[in-house]
């Protein structure tokens, strides 16, 4: 076929391809997958051919040619473009958006390309191409000057008009190399703040005359600088102010009387490659693994596409599942990817796969730059590494031959891209690459989504059980603490952050020198209306999710339904009068361990401490070495590393995730527990969960008291089946922001109103404001739609209806200042 014209698509909102005309002279170059820069309207873009043709219907004065092929070789695959392909088509976003999200950063930001003369008979080079290529024969001669040139110098002195295709016919000849540079800001370190004690005071004699006696110091001074001697370690500022509780001031005027030195260090990088490897441990499979693994194993031998969900456990040998699989797909010559939550993907976890696989394994991790990004991508490119690992989108990995993907944790939320597009759900995009590539998946969990285990149960999914943990260690005893019992025994009005059961256990713990960990749910974002006396919290009837208090008028409304009605005055269960509900902030629960443990240290981790890159695997290991007796933290502490210490686990008030406005409230808390839950007890020391809640009788708590996932599985499928919630039905959220609240109010309610003229099985819920209605000032509205899978098994129709409506609300209401986000099975709606 003659390719005349090509197809290229730009990562922008308008979602289709446009025609161009391909030049003679690049007709060579251009592949599909390839970026070129052809003319848009005034601009000249960045965009992708996804398609050649020797014919169009376009007439010759509607065309313009491309400009520009960027790319020598396609930067994604065939495979790959077809996954971006389905992720367009599924998750209703514009391809050069989905492309976008499947190759690396870097290639989209400014960086500096050289080109590089590495020829070796260069004047001979240049009469060869004198008449063949002229154009190529300049960029010689530019380049025998000086050797190596920026791009942009050699655009200046003879035009940019397909420089790029020029250079890449050189480069695939050999004559050239070219190479990407990123600007130096791209790649910068990030810096903290340190403490460390002043050597020279460490010594007894020099110590006793500083500290001890002579020179004044206040008693919290001492017991900083007691710390900081103990631990002999450096450690960063805003750690040490909060174990110490020392103010900065403080801090800086024992740093004035040179008792402690205060420096910037660059935080870490590269932090993969240096550490060394070690031999990974002779380990035999058990009974159940080994059946686990051989059932892989067979799915790999017949290179058919086959799901497993491997339910086990926290500790029963999942992941050394895992890598027996992965050897297995090493030695069938094809390649494996290994997605692991954000969290998990810690310096432990990357070793352990490490040792086995060396440097096979690539590593990308979403605080590595994106010129470490690039690198991993280029190594797995070429086949120089053959095992993926890495968060959400790493699904992405260019392997060669894939042929296994693991999803640890299957069940994370943090698998979902929530913003911007493609907002997609790596689980989900797993399973579909590995169909693509006939491959084998193995979904892992302690606490398999509900979802997944019901595909398990339909039989879609294998499922494989490992039931025990490898070393028989018991599972820790959960205790259900009720919290309206200890407010009265207390006698105080205020709730208490510790019960008396919970603080006793603590200081047992501190006591005897073993470690706590403290979980304390994100604070409640949205207050919902609670009885105080028996815990009643009022859901919605329709869609049976707490309703929302708002104090505007005191209503309570629905956020999936627009449901609303006033709030009671009193409690409608048991007429007790107080019934407003307000969070716990960790600022209190901060205080209050200082108050009630002043001998503890303790260490805080969540989102605003963890911020800087790699601190909070700091905070961690930290923990791990002993050097904290309390870690307090929101859900993200419930994952990753296993401590040896760790006997006690507190949840401090289970109630702020059970009644999140969300149909998955549930399912997330009974996780969280469950999670938390195997966290606590080791080998000779068993562990002990306390769970505070003003709603003792919560089904989920139930079930996270006896570990039993089965139990709160039946009930809650039932429950979704009712209320076509999934895996019965499949929800798209339609997300409007703007400044204006009244124009985002409006456009809701048109494109709900266009939805609603649609003749397709679905119901439209809504517009109603998010949980979150207002953020960087700018107000949400959303509109839901629910289908039901029964009659419209792939979603299909439910797509479809949106696309259309989408197109028809911005034809007939050309509103502005209003943006739209589609969220395709969406898995939170604040
Ligand atoms: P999971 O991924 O389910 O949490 P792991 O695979 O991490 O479990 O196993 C937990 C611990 O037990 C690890 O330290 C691992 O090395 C060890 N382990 C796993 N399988 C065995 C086995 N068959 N025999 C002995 N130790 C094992
Ligand atoms: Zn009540
Ligand atoms: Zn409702």
Redesign the pocket.
Known sequence: MEASFAEVVFPRTIDRPFTYRIPPDLGHLVKIGCRVLAPFGPRRLTGFIVGVKASTRLADSELKDIHDVLDLQPLCSDELYRLARWISDYYLCPLGDALKAVLPAILFQKSRQYVELVAENISSLGWMLKNAAPRQAQIVRYLSKSGRLPVTQLMKRIGARNLMSSINDLQAQGFVMVQHVLPKSQVKTRLARFVRLNPEITGAEAWNQQVDGGRKLTARQIRCLQYLKETGAEISQKDLLFISGIGLSTLKSLQKRSLVELYDKESERNYYRHAEIVEP?K????EE?KSAFEQVAAAIGKNEFSTFLLH????????????EAIYVILQTGRDAIVLVPEISLTPQTVQ?FRSHFRDQVAVLHSAMSPAERYDSWRRLKSGEARVAIGPRSAIFAPLRQLGLIVV?EEQEDSYKQADPNPRYHARDVAVMRAKLNNAVVIL?S?TPSVESYYNAQIGKYQILK?PR???DIPMPKVEILELQKEQRLSGKKEMPVFSRLLAQEIDKRIMNQQQVILLLNRRGFSNFIKCKDCGFIENCKNCQIALTYHLRGRRLRCHYCGYTKKAPEVCPECGSADVLFRGLGTQRVEEDIKERFPSARAVRMDLDTTGRKWAHDRILRDFERGKYDILLGTQMIAKGL?FQKVTLVGVINADIGLFLPDFRAGERSFQLLTQVAGRAGRKNLPGEVIIQTYSPFNFCLVCAKTHDFVKFFNKEIEERRELLYPPFGRIISILFKGKDEKKVMESAGNFAQVLKSEKVPFQVLGPTPSPLVRIQNKYRWHVLLKGSKRLDASGKLLRQAVRTAEKKFREDFKVRGIQIAVDVDPVSLL
Do not use: F
């Open positions: 441990p380990i035999i499979l058990n693994q086990g456990v926290t500790g029963s040998g999942k992941t050394q599942v895992y890598i352990r640890d892992g302690a490992l943990r490898v070393d296993d």
